[in-house]
């Protein structure tokens, strides 16, 4: 089995956000935002591509602020379907927005993103990924697990050995209060 944690000490980028972010719980509304646009981005690219467009996919879209992003009208479509620093898909542009507008219902239903994606701890991988198609758009299962493993709320991050589950492990992420088994079921 090849683990991203060996792939990530060969390349600055990858290495830093294996260090800092991967599978460490993240409960701020922003970050939480914009770790969800680069993955639906990342749908049929490489995670290569995402994290040396990072920079400017979070210019373009105003640091990820879901206030912002959820205020974008055609003429802010437009502009990031014209800007080559970015994914210029329309649907993955469209499901960005909608999905800040989403994110802004959250706060009135559960309280906000984390507080909705807490609300709902544990499920299984296939539960994870129905409710997020629920509540989202463009979030099939490979971008829910990846997002879900990223904050911290399914295992599977970093390999046991790796120094930075160590890190992480300390920090107790949600998956962690769930028996492991739990995660086991079909795919």
Request: glycine residues 6%; neutral net charge; proline residues 4%.
């Amino acid at each position: 089995m090849s683990w991203y944690c060996d792939y990530a000490e060969e390349k600055a980028h990858h290495k830093t956000y294996h260090d800092a972010e991967y599978g460490f719980p993240q409960t701020d509304e922003r970050a939480l935002f914009e770790l969800q646009c680069l993955e639906l981005n990342q749908a049929g690219l490489s995670w290569d591509i995402i994290l040396k467009k990072r920079p400017t996919l979070k210019a373009a879209y105003d640091n990820f602020e879901v206030d912002k992003v959820a205020a974008y009208g055609d003429r802010d479509t437009a502009r990031l379907l014209s800007d080559p620093g970015i994914i210029r898909n329309r649907l993955k542009v469209a499901a960005a927005i909608e999905n800040a507008k989403r994110i802004q219902a959250l706060r009135d239903s559960h309280g906000g993103f984390a507080a909705w994606i807490a609300a709902h701890h544990p499920l299984t991988r296939s539960q994870w990924t129905k409710l997020f198609r629920q509540q989202s758009k463009f979030m099939g299962g490979e971008i829910v697990n990846e997002l879900l493993m990223c904050i911290g709320y399914l295992p599977g991050a970093h390999r046991e050995n790796c120094p930075i589950f160590a890190k992480t492990t300390k920090l107790s992420p949600p998956w962690m209060e769930a028996a492991k088994d739990f995660y086991t079921e079909d795919a």
